[in-house]
């Protein structure tokens, strides 16, 4: 009996560390895609007027 009491709670420790990792991991995708983002809106008026980037637009038939 108590052999399967402590593996309970040895499971249920584990599912709740597996949570937590899990809601540490969410928060930090969160900050690499803000972060992506604010780098995007950055980086596109700068392509935008790279000369180089807009030749190879035009080049490509894509926006630079």
Same mark, same amino acid.
């Given at each position: 009996?108590?052999?399967a009491?402590?593996?309970l $709670?040895? @499971?249920? $420790? $584990?599912? @709740? #560390?597996?949570a937590?990792?899990?809601?540490? #991991?969410? *928060? /930090?995708?969160?900050?690499? $895609?803000?972060d992506?983002?604010?780098? @995007?809106?950055? /980086?596109? =008026?700068? @392509? /935008?007027?790279?000369? *180089? /980037? !807009?030749?190879?637009? !035009?080049w490509?038939?894509?926006k =630079?």
């Amino acid at each position: 009996m108590d052999e399967a009491g402590k593996r309970l $709670a040895d @499971a249920q $420790a $584990a599912e @709740a #560390n597996k949570a937590n990792t899990s809601a540490q #991991n969410q *928060v /930090r995708q969160d900050q690499i $895609a803000k972060d992506l983002s604010a780098l @995007a809106k950055e /980086r596109i =008026p700068m @392509a /935008r007027t790279d000369q *180089v /980037r !807009r030749i190879a637009s !035009r080049w490509y038939g894509s926006k =630079p």
